[in-house]
């Protein structure tokens, strides 16, 4: 049983906890911020949330609230009032405060809030564990320590509560499909299915069928119904990755799936009502799609209730060594080598790296090392990182690029001058990272930040082989 502790001058306040709370929660009381300080010392293990008073005799909440972040730095802590003050709000919010209520309470409301605490507590106890054990049960779990990733985590438990769509962004490969993971988890829809979906990975041509299904004969190759993935997760929640790449027709279905959530198959008149909770990701910011006119603004406002952007790993590097000993752990286990860490160089070595391809290319380079590894320590020669790749042969591209417009500027219709050298740049930074990827299309999408799939696009659009 979870333990909540009430910190209030006003004994009736103490006492109401107590009488809403003590069948689902242990219920313990301080009437001030010296008595709650002492049972914090004795304590702090077993207290999962604080409800904190601001206006006390003696030391009022916000001391309180520094004190105890002292001694236990990841505790909820729901700070109250009876005066609403902007000020006192954005200091206790500033001074780490979970949340701030003004009495009186609404009981429903401050059940879901406690629920929303536990779970924030949970997953960034979760987030700062790295025992073997837990290594060991977990296929994939949030990690990390710095501040970008414990907001991360809050943000979960209170869009996991809530039920509305949730919109994921960042770069690929910070692990968006993990957070959508957590939130499903956390969620009331956690004993129902999860699906995945990369919106990227599916030909446009069968994108309508795999996500609402269809009908026998609907589409040559259509031998047989075939049932959607959103009839599929009824009940439970789906996660559409790349959204971005969606098509607008397709796009038109997904809103009105939001809209009412009814949707028919590929080939049918039949309107079809499934409850699927909806989680998005794109790695493109949506709403400069929304601009340019590939994703409709009206889909993306329905998508964007619940925004969760996740940080490049250059942008929180304190989050390497934690993740890099994270990956080792499982390395280890996976490969049963007897490799027991990094060596410093290594460990400075992957700090100093910028990780283009982010915690999924962290994650590579660590299995790699342990793999190729002849001693128990992982050096830097086993890390195999060229920290700037490519340099050498990218760095003369601004010389053609250059040379492109200055063979532009020299035709006499300078009308369309824009697209036509953009046309030449595209083609030619396609043709430059395939030769130095030495056709690898995988690592070419990678070092131009583009999906395969719009790579292949492009290479049949300026008919490079591939």
């Known amino acids: 049983m979870n333990t909540i502790m009430v910190v209030d001058d006003e004994k009736a306040v103490r006492y109401s906890f107590e009488r809403m709370f003590e069948d689902d929660y242990k219920i313990m009381t301080a009437g001030n911020g010296g008595e709650a300080l002492t049972i914090m010392d004795t304590e702090h293990n077993s207290i999962d949330v604080v409800f904190l008073d601001?206006?006390?005799?003696?030391?009022?909440?916000?001391?309180?609230?520094?004190?105890?972040k002292e001694r236990k730095k990841n505790i909820p802590v729901i700070v109250m009032t009876a005066f609403s003050d902007s000020e006192t709000a954005i200091e206790a919010m500033k001074e780490g405060a979970f949340d701030y209520l003004t009495k009186p309470f609404d009981d429903n409301n401050l059940r879901e809030l406690i629920d929303r605490a536990l779970t924030s507590a949970r997953l960034q106890h979760e987030a700062l564990c790295y025992c073997d054990e837990k290594h060991s049960e977990a296929v994939e779990t949030i990690v990390g320590k710095s501040q970008a990733i414990l907001k991360v985590?809050?943000?979960?438990?209170?869009?996991?509560?809530?039920?509305?769509?949730?919109?994921?962004?960042?770069?690929?490969?910070?692990?968006?499909?993990?957070?959508?993971?957590?939130?499903?988890?956390?969620?009331?829809?956690?004993?129902?299915?999860?699906?995945?979906?990369?919106?990227?990975?599916?030909?446009?041509?069968?994108?309508?069928?795999?996500?609402?299904?269809?009908?026998?004969?609907?589409?040559?190759?259509?031998?047989?119904?075939?049932?959607?993935?959103?009839?599929?997760?009824?009940?439970?929640t789906i996660f559409l990755d790349e959204i971005c790449d969606m098509s607008l027709s397709t796009q038109a279905k997904l809103l009105r799936v939001l809209q009412d959530g009814t949707f028919q198959r590929v080939?049918?008149?039949?309107?079809?009502?499934?409850?699927?909770?909806?989680?998005?990701?794109?790695?493109?910011?949506?709403?400069?799609?929304?601009?340019?006119?590939?994703?409709?603004?009206?889909?993306?406002?329905?998508?964007?209730?619940?925004?969760?952007?996740?940080?490049?790993?250059?942008?929180?590097k304190e989050d390497i060594?934690?993740?890099?000993?994270?990956?080792?752990?499982?390395?280890?286990?996976?490969?049963?080598?007897?490799?027991?860490?990094?060596?410093?160089?290594?460990?400075?070595?992957l700090m100093s790296y910028n990780w283009h391809g982010n915690v999924r290319e962290l994650e590579n380079v660590i299995k790699r090392a342990v793999a190729i590894s002849a001693g128990d320590v992982i050096g830097i020669d086993d890390i195999g990182l060229d920290s700037k790749p490519y340099k050498k042969e990218l760095c003369a591209l601004s010389d053609v690029i250059e040379n492109?417009?200055?063979?532009?500027?020299?035709?006499?219709?300078?009308?369309?001058?824009?697209?036509?050298?953009?046309?030449?740049?595209e083609k030619t930074l396609i043709?430059?990272?395939?030769?130095?990827?030495?056709?690898?299309?995988?690592?070419?999408?990678?070092?131009?930040?583009?999906?395969?799939?719009?790579?292949?696009?492009?290479?049949?659009?300026?008919?490079?082989?591939?």
């Open 431 to 466: 043709e430059k990272a395939l030769s130095v990827t030495k056709g690898n299309q995988v690592k070419a999408s990678g070092l131009l930040g583009i999906t395969r799939v719009t790579l292949r696009k492009k290479m049949h659009e300026y008919n490079i082989p591939s």
């Open 267 to 316: 080939g049918s008149n039949e309107t079809i009502k499934a409850d699927v909770r909806i989680i998005a990701a794109s790695n493109k910011p949506l709403h400069e799609e929304v601009k340019s006119g590939r994703f409709r603004e009206d889909l993306y406002h329905r998508l964007n209730v619940f925004p969760i952007h996740i940080m490049p790993l250059r942008e929180r």
């Open 54 to 68: 601001i206006r006390m005799p003696g030391m009022n909440g916000i001391e309180v609230l520094k004190k105890i």
């Open 153 to 236: 985590c809050k943000v979960i438990g209170q869009a996991a509560s809530s039920g509305v769509p949730v919109l994921i962004t960042g770069e690929s490969g910070v692990g968006k499909e993990i957070v959508a993971r957590a939130i499903f988890s956390h969620s009331r829809r956690k004993d129902g299915p999860f699906m995945a979906v990369n919106c990227a990975a599916i030909p446009e041509g069968v994108v309508e069928s795999e996500l609402f299904g269809c009908e026998k004969g609907a589409f040559t190759g259509a031998e047989r119904r075939r049932i959607g993935r959103f009839e599929q997760c009824n009940g439970g």
């Open 321 to 349: 060594p934690v993740l890099a000993e994270y990956f080792l752990s499982r390395a280890v286990k996976e490969t049963g080598k007897q490799v027991k860490g990094l060596s410093t160089d290594a460990l400075n070595y």
């Open 404 to 425: 492109i417009f200055e063979s532009a500027l020299a035709i006499d219709d300078h009308s369309g001058i824009y697209y036509r050298a953009i046309s030449k740049v």
